[in-house]
Nanobody, 124 residues
Framework: QVQLVESGGGLVQAGGSLRLSCAASGRTFSNYVMGWFRQAPAKEREFVANIRWSFGYTNYADSVKGRFTISRDNAKNTVYLQMNNLKPDDTAVYFC?????????????????WGQGTQVTVSS
């Protein structure tokens, strides 16, 4: 059974940092793309970043480029999202997801597996 388990969310002041983790299990993800999405209240789920597990190729939403960094640890089967210079607009539930589609895929509907989400709140 595939499981994606996020952790690392919390409350932080604007300008601060958090690192989210996504522990993946239940199958081999070497041919998959791992993504982070977020959903704020009353808003649609939006793409944040993704990484191709095998080659490490990455993509970022324009809103987080230069502030967030996605990475993976093959030995731990874990994907990370380092978030720096956080802004109140970054407040959302952050979800980890996996897809066997292209690394250019940003549509949430194309992602096969999802975690339960972790809350990130940035105060001003």
């Amino acid at each position: 059974q595939v499981q994606l388990v996020e952790s690392g969310g919390g409350l932080v002041q604007a300008g601060g940092s958090l690192r989210l983790s996504c522990a993946a299990s239940g199958r081999t993800f070497s041919n998959y793309v791992m993504g982070w999405f977020r959903q704020a209240p009353a808003k649609e789920r939006e793409f944040v970043a993704n990484i191709r597990w095998s080659f490490g190729y990455t993509n970022y939403a324009d809103s987080v480029k230069g502030r967030f960094t996605i990475s993976r640890d093959n030995a731990k089967n874990t994907v990370y999202l380092q978030m720096n210079n956080l802004k109140p607009d970054d407040t959302a539930v952050y979800f980890c997801a996996a897809t066997d589609a292209s690394v250019h895929e940003r549509a949430s509907g194309r992602y096969n597996y999802w975690g339960q989400g972790t809350q990130v709140t940035v105060s001003s």
